[in-house]
DNA sequence: AAATAGAACGCAAACCTTTGCGCTATCTCG
DNA sequence: CGAGATAGCGCAAAGGTTTGCGTTCTATTT
């Protein structure tokens, strides 16, 4: 049960009884072929439902139109909806995508990029493994010329182009939109201190408690891990403080949910007694009671700029350059005390 | 700033001073060539980073060991945990995959079939649209030999091989567990009659009850369509009967969290006055108030499964044949009224 | 009528790799 | 010492497509 040949224009040429150069021309309408000989060649070759061979094609032009993607998983909304983006403006510019996934591993993520480079990918998108910490594997993308376009979890900024989200501002915006909507102590749940992006938010949580002229108090900011069980554990230590915050801010989707469990254990309204705010941009947020306010990644945008900005480096552009797709604060139920503040 | 030209065995041997040939054997180790020249190659092809180009690999071989995919979205976590299972087997067989979106529209479902086709790849893996139902455009790979195997949504059912979960055992099973646990008078909450999925769940919940010689009542039934809002539309409705149900299943996650929202707004307890079931896979069912008890997709395994099916395809196998992987019942609190009789 | 133009098509190289076969030394054995 | 064996390497074709250039007619111009 072999697989069928596809047929080739030598095929084509043989049954026509002309030369294979013939066929190509005929094809793509050159004016070299009468008129009458390309209509024959065109009839025939949707008879025999002739489909030019990509890898004659590549191997010619050396460019597969191909861009290469690697995210630490596929799994999360975050990811999939991001690569989503990408795909939708490689399709419209006639680019193929090919989807690796690092599982957050050093050298998964090692492997992922070699493949990609032996496919002869046109570009490469990639989101740092949690494990990477050493980047020299990238560095043989600007040796052979190949565009790379880091985004989330980047690094070598000064060599790659990258697209990110404002971390400290959306962490500052959910920040001060509890102060405005009727809060007066926040308590803030991270996740390990060494992240990045923990360090940014919580920075944009202070940055936001300074402007206000609020004291920083230590015991309000609890970080250990990013994960629903620390969420938990976090807001009980919190509650459990002689003078408790009455708002939360939570890093991310899971440590508010995990949040949003404790509060509703220790018998306290939301967000009458604690408000709550967390970030995430799936549709949680509105299963949950309260309906969760939350800073929202705008993720399916954001692929379509990390794609765009790709592609016109593939076509020749070697500015090096950072963009940031702003989150938005997307306001439901569970932070709103007092809403005539606001 | 042109991509440089990926160095090649023709560099390698006129560095050398040798014969293509010759290098192409050295690299894989030809008893044909001595030991030190051997040598010789092998260092000069680290030094100078040689990578095999695939593209003539494939143009000689017609095989460039790439699967194709096409799902209705990749941003779902049932679809998305499908492909990493499927990608998971791909790669560790030194396949690659390509992962293609239909957007759930058939015109674009036929755009994903013709570009793999013209990509060549060795076999195909396809969850229909729902707009889908005219199947023809997939009957070129059975001309064309090319394996396909279908998954969730199928068709064909006598040439391709399919993989499915048991739809009418797993509702069938939720409603016996509600049965089991307590619950007398149990409601369905489906989506739009026509889809084979609402059939075969609402076929199994009727199943369980005739089982039970419990007599069917039409007016449990709410059949509408899969969203959040038909949901909480069909929970109130139920709710409001004369003799409202005492256990509600709700046939998809947003169906649930739907009706979950319903009943709290009707002041009822979950599970005491109304027992909760839906269908989910994610996250979500921990994190709601109490946590919802669900049936289970095992989608990572799906993959495995539908991956491992279709490379047995492209090894040669040609036997037509539908795989069941079934679901397993998330126990958690919104179900059990009463643990004793459980 | 002769020359020239231009239309219509074929030849062959190039892209990169694999592989069957042919070639040339060197070696071994009788 | 001569004959056959063998190690070690090169030649060339194949796979499908594009494209510059060469070739062969026919038709137009002078």
Redesign the pocket.
């Known amino acids: 049960m072999e697989r069928k040949?596809?047929i080739?224009?030598?095929d084509l040429?043989i049954e026509l009884?002309?030369?294979?150069?013939?066929v190509?021309?005929?094809?793509?309408n050159s004016?070299?072929?009468?008129?009458?000989?390309?209509d024959k060649i065109k009839a025939l070759a949707k008879k025999r439902n002739?489909?030019?061979?990509p890898?004659?094609?590549s191997?010619?032009k050396?460019s597969p139109r191909i861009i290469g993607i690697i995210v630490p998983d596929i799994v999360t909304h975050y990811y999939s909806s991001i690569i989503s983006g990408i795909s939708d403006v490689a399709r419209l510019n006639g680019y193929s995508t090919i989807i690796t996934s690092s599982y957050e591993q050093y050298e998964l993520e090692k492997n992922c990029l070699e493949d990609l480079i032996n496919i002869r990918v046109e570009g490469v998108i990639a989101c740092l493994s949690q494990q990477t910490t050493d980047y020299t594997h990238f560095e043989v993308l600007k040796e052979q010329n190949i565009p790379l376009v880091f985004f989330d979890r980047i690094c070598l900024k000064n060599k790659f182009s990258s697209v990110i989200t404002n971390n400290v501002e959306s962490a500052q915006m959910a920040t001060e939109h509890l102060l405005k909507t009727g809060s007066k102590r926040i308590g803030f749940i991270g996740g390990a201190n060494h992240l990045e992006i923990v360090k940014q938010r919580k920075h944009g949580y202070l940055q936001a408690l300074r402007d206000h002229k609020i004291p920083i108090e230590k015991e309000l900011v609890f970080c250990e891990r990013i994960t629903y069980q620390a969420g938990y554990k976090g807001a009980c230590q919190l509650l459990s403080l002689p003078n408790r915050p009455d708002a939360i801010l939570g890093m991310t989707d899971s440590l508010a949910f995990g949040a949003m469990k404790a509060i509703k254990e220790h018998n306290l309204r939301i967000p009458e007694d604690v408000a709550l705010i967390g970030y995430t941009d799936e549709l949680h947020s509105d299963y949950v009671d309260p309906p969760l306010t939350a800073v929202t990644h705008q993720t399916y945008k954001m692929g379509e700029t990390i794609g765009q900005l790709l592609l016109k480096q593939i076509k020749g552009s070697n500015k090096v350059e950072q963009l940031v797709v702003p989150c938005i604060l997307s306001i439901r139920k569970s932070s709103i005390k007092n809403i005539y503040d606001y």
């Open positions: 040949k596809p080739s224009l030598k040429a009884g002309v030369s294979i150069s013939t190509s021309r005929g094809l793509k004016p070299e072929i009468g008129i009458e000989m390309r002739y489909r030019p061979n890898f004659a094609m191997l010619l050396n």
